[in-house]
């Protein structure tokens, strides 16, 4: 670690603020066909466990011949804790402290979860006033909703889990995936602790 990212981090560990218990990373494709793509990813993962209990991890995707290389390349990574990845087709719920979601779009995972709700509902297992927040998200992939999401390169999130990021904090940063270092991510977290959290009040 350099001497900036020691002082960010001596920064952070003063810091009286709460840090965030899940982060989220939105990337690309492109950005993984990058030489040490997957090296920097294994460290983001190390970075962000100094922090948070929980990591997702999104790659949108232009080329859906892509999905099943990128799939078997993420199940493979070197990770600090238990992976998780979910691709377009998947429906079952990623619950481990590492999600990685491949060109599984915000809308087409909320989209499913009402088809299955209306099922839900047509076979008289529920009641459509019975219907809340949290009989959604029991039909989402990936549950839990991001303190932080990251996003390099470019100020916009795509189709990113556009349920759960609601309350999100959003970092962007100019930062092309490929040269992303410890003191960006350590900035982003900085920038958490600076924000007042209002979660739409």
């Known amino acids: 670690m350099g001497l900036y990212e020691r002082y960010l981090a001596l920064r952070l560990r003063r810091h009286e603020g709460?840090?965030?218990?899940h982060v989220a990373l939105v990337i690309t494709e492109r950005d993984l066909?990058?030489?040490?793509?997957?090296?920097?990813?294994?460290e983001f993962f190390d970075w962000a466990f100094e922090y948070a209990t929980?990591?997702?991890?999104?790659?949108?995707?232009?080329d859906a011949a892509a999905v099943p290389t990128l799939r078997r390349e993420l199940e493979e990574i070197d990770a600090p804790r238990e992976v998780a990845v979910r691709g377009p087709d998947d429906r079952t719920r990623a619950d481990a402290p590492?999600?990685?979601?491949?060109?599984?779009?915000g809308k087409h995972e909320f989209t499913s979860a009402v088809r299955t709700l209306v099922d839900d509902v047509a076979s008289g297992d529920l009641e459509p006033d019975e219907i809340d927040d949290e009989h959604v998200e029991r039909h989402l992939v990936f549950p839990s909703e991001p303190d932080l999401v990251i996003k390099t390169g470019a100020e916009r999130l795509s189709d990113f889990m556009i349920w759960q990021s609601v309350y999100s904090e959003l970092y962007f940063t100019d930062v092309n995936w490929r040269d992303f270092r410890k003191r960006d991510f350590l900035r982003a977290v900085r920038e958490f602790y600076n924000r007042s959290r209002r979660f739409g009040r």
């Open 18 to 21: 709460t840090p965030p218990d």
């Open 33 to 42: 066909l990058e030489q040490g793509a997957y090296e920097t990813l294994t």
């Open 98 to 105: 590492i999600q990685i979601g491949i060109g599984l779009g």
């Open 54 to 62: 929980r990591v997702t991890v999104y790659v949108s995707v232009l």
